[in-house]
């Protein structure tokens, strides 16, 4: 009968058989779709593999790779546990599953946040045979100190009749360069894998035109929240034929038209119909997307429906809102601080970018007239309600012009555009007027119509 070996044992590797291990581990199908559990194993296995350090703390994870401030209440927020918790378990699955033929395991002891290295259990066949992994206990794995390796070199030369001063004197310089070369080489992985990482997790910091734009909402350690649009509220302006107030949308005081006596039961069917569902437009959200993408990890990084957001939200948060005034009533609050903005005709069904100051050869109007085959949209970047807090328009004449739109604002190219336009140091406030040219619904060119830039 094959028998077990009993237990595992905690188990000792040098630091490029760690890596080696934890880098398989994170890149694998397990992990490789969650990306704030690659970077919590990558950060307590760093953590770990330091032999200096006794512990790791809760509020250091919460605030190294959660984002969260240093004297945050643990009490209050367990999102570093529930991580913990959830990173358990994928780590004995994939050591279970994809990891199986791993003569090593990983675990986290519960209790604490280092990773322990265990010779895994396995089976004794009809001949006693059993892969032998087993090494020196140790209490924490660490990376091993250098120095030892050489004193162990020299203790072992001299046992098998080895010359020691000869190891001090001509031996010593040579393994103390080699080990400092490791080191060394060692150290730069670390540094380019943990950047390789940043830069799939963060790419906004991948060149410095994305990095000048929007550090100023990821790396202002203040909640971002993105607004997608309603279009339901736009099909009832379409129904009533008139526009309706955010007040009233926020109060469904619109809700009471229903009952008009100049309202046809077929209307009032159909605004039954519409007003009990909370739709959205895909090119609003392909804008979203776009946005998401470029910091996967921010974990102050929010969405939400136009229905669901709150006064309270858009005054304490830096905001990105997405489509038309027409779609997303939040845009309203901004009409005072933009000189572009999508406008919605519910009588005439059209849309258009109002000019309020038209400059010299610029249009008051620009819209499309029997042309799918073109859109516009307007980029705004404008003080938010509270200092040091920013907001985002980003709206096109259809969700086709909106999706260019946030294509544009979140490529390099784009912002390098806007940025000729607005020489400074730093971004100021500006209005960007777009123009889109698309062919079968994809967009091929867009381009800076007009702009306006303000001072911070």
Same mark, same amino acid.
């Given at each position: 009968m094959p028998t077990m070996v009993p237990a595992p044992q905690q188990f000792e590797l040098d630091s490029d058989a760690s890596w080696e291990l934890l880098l398989r581990v994170v890149n694998s199908n397990e992990l490789k779709r969650s990306l704030r559990l690659r970077e919590l194993l990558l950060y307590l296995g760093k953590r770990s593999l330091k032999s200096n350090i006794p512990s790791i703390r809760e509020q250091e994870i919460g605030s190294s790779v959660f984002g969260r401030p240093e004297d945050y209440d643990t009490g209050i927020d367990n999102i570093v546990r529930v991580n913990v918790s959830e990173l358990r378990k994928r780590l004995a699955h994939y050591f279970q599953d994809e990891g199986a033929a791993e003569s090593i395991i990983i675990e986290i002891p519960r209790g604490g946040y280092f990773l322990v290295f265990l010779c895994r259990s396995v089976e004794i066949g009809s001949k006693g045979q059993e892969h032998d992994c087993t090494a020196e206990l140790v209490t924490n794995v660490h990376v091993p100190d250098p120095q030892m390796r050489i004193e162990q070199e020299i203790v072992s030369a001299s046992l098998q009749g080895d010359v020691v001063p000869q190891?001090?004197?001509?031996?010593?310089?040579?393994?103390?360069?080699?080990?400092?070369?490791?080191?060394?080489?060692?150290?730069?992985?670390?540094?380019?894998?943990?950047?390789?990482?940043?830069?799939?997790?963060?790419?906004?910091?991948?060149?410095?035109?994305?990095?000048?734009?929007?550090?100023?909402?990821?790396?202002?350690?203040?909640?971002?929240?993105?607004?997608?649009?309603?279009?339901?509220?736009?099909?009832?302006?379409?129904?009533?034929?008139?526009?309706?107030?955010?007040?009233?949308?926020?109060?469904?005081?619109?809700?009471?038209?229903?009952?008009?006596?100049?309202?046809?039961?077929?209307?009032?069917?159909?605004?039954? +119909?519409?007003? @009990? !569902?909370?739709?959205? *437009? =895909?090119?609003?959200?392909?804008?979203?997307? /776009?946005?998401?993408? &470029?910091?996967?990890?921010?974990?102050?990084?929010?969405?939400?429906?136009?229905?669901?957001?709150?006064?309270?939200?858009?005054?304490?948060?830096?905001?990105?809102?997405?489509?038309?005034?027409?779609?997303?009533?939040?845009?309203? +609050?901004?009409? @005072? !601080?933009?000189?572009? *903005? =999508?406008?919605?005709?519910?009588?005439?069904? /059209?849309?258009?970018? &109002?000019?309020?100051?038209?400059?010299?050869?610029?249009?008051?109007?620009?819209?499309?007239?029997?042309?799918?085959?073109?859109?516009?949209?307007?980029?705004?970047?404008?003080?938010?309600?509270?200092?040091?807090?920013?907001?985002?328009?980003?709206?096109?004449?259809?969700?086709?012009?909106?999706?260019?739109?946030?294509?544009?604002?979140?490529?390099?190219?784009?912002l390098a555009a806007i940025r000729q336009r607005l020489p400074a140091d730093r971004y100021p406030y500006f209005e960007v007027l777009l123009s889109s040219s698309r062919l079968e619904g994809t967009t091929l060119h867009t381009v800076i119509q007009t702009s306006r830039g303000y001072a911070h």
């Open positions: 190891i001090a004197g001509r031996g010593l310089p040579w393994i103390l360069g080699t080990a400092l070369i490791l080191a060394m080489s060692a150290f730069i992985f670390m540094v380019w894998q943990n950047h390789t990482l940043r830069l799939q997790l963060q790419p906004w910091h991948a060149d410095s035109n994305r990095a000048a734009f929007w550090s100023q909402f990821f790396a202002s350690g203040q909640e971002v929240d993105i607004v997608t649009a309603d279009t339901s509220y736009a099909i009832a302006e379409d129904l009533l034929q008139r526009p309706i107030s955010l007040d009233d949308y926020l109060d469904y005081k619109y809700k009471s038209d229903v009952s008009l006596p100049d309202i046809t039961a077929q209307t009032r069917d159909a605004l039954h +119909l519409v007003l @009990d !569902r909370n739709t959205g *437009s =895909v090119g609003d959200f392909e804008a979203a997307e /776009r946005i998401m993408q &470029l910091d996967a990890y921010f974990p102050l990084l929010k969405l939400a429906s136009a229905r669901s957001y709150t006064a309270q939200s858009i005054k304490d948060n830096n905001v990105i809102l997405i489509g038309g005034r027409a779609s997303n009533p939040w845009e309203e +609050l901004y009409r @005072d !601080r933009m000189n572009f *903005s =999508v406008e919605y005709d519910p009588l005439l069904h /059209r849309s258009y970018v &109002l000019n309020r100051s038209p400059s010299e050869g610029e249009q008051h109007i620009y819209e499309i007239v029997q042309n799918p085959d073109r859109a516009y949209s307007v980029v705004a970047f404008v003080p938010n309600f509270s200092n040091h807090r920013y907001a985002l328009i980003i709206a096109g004449t259809d969700s086709q012009g909106t999706r260019a739109a946030g294509e544009f604002i979140t490529s390099s190219e784009g």
